[in-house]
């Protein structure tokens, strides 16, 4: 696992050189948090994302799996959400970051040869999980649901 900063072009290419699959996580990852226009999701979220691409295919990588979000579907009326749905962003989030990063994921994977998979999270449970957070909250609620009831 590498932690490190996505705008670096150096810096992704360095870590991913003689890496033959790249699980790329990294990201500006709450949707309340990032408001319209920043700076800071595109730069992070896209560009970040072009770089991790562009390091893969100048390094000769197989394989790069990006986690994408859920948030590309917007607000759906008919449940369950589904990947066969087209992207509907509603947020600033699913908008300027979401999609456009599975977008050029898609393109990139096109033009370098390289294959690709893009994993579109809804909600993740595990330990760690704050019960507080308004995002990952919604395992624990359900189970607290369930036992009261």
């Known amino acids: 696992m590498v932690e490190g900063e996505l705008r670096s072009y150096e810096r992704v290419h360095n870590a991913v050189r003689g890496i033959?699959?790249?699980?790329?996580?990294?990201?500006?990852?709450?949707?309340?948090?990032?408001?319209?226009?920043?700076?800071?999701?595109?730069?992070?979220?896209?560009?970040?994302?072009?770089?991790?691409?562009?390091?893969?295919?100048?390094?000769?990588?197989?394989?790069?799996?990006?986690?994408?979000?859920?948030?590309?579907?917007?607000?759906?009326?008919?449940?369950?959400?589904?990947?066969?749905?087209?992207?509907?962003?509603?947020s600033p989030y699913g908008l300027a970051s979401s999609r456009p990063s599975a977008t050029a994921s898609r393109s990139r994977a096109s033009t370098t040869g390289s294959k690709r998979s893009v994993l579109r999270y809804f909600n993740v449970f595990g330990p760690r999980q704050s019960p507080y957070s308004q995002y990952a909250a919604m395992v624990p609620l359900f189970l607290t649901a369930v036992m009261l009831g």
């Open 20 to 90: 033959d699959v790249v699980y790329h996580l990294g990201a500006l990852g709450s949707v309340a948090a990032v408001g319209a226009g920043s700076a800071d999701l595109d730069a992070v979220n896209v560009e970040g994302t072009l770089n991790v691409l562009l390091a893969a295919r100048d390094s000769g990588v197989r394989r790069v799996v990006f986690a994408s979000s859920s948030s590309v579907y917007g607000g759906r009326a008919s449940l369950p959400v589904t990947e066969e749905m087209p992207p509907d962003p509603i």
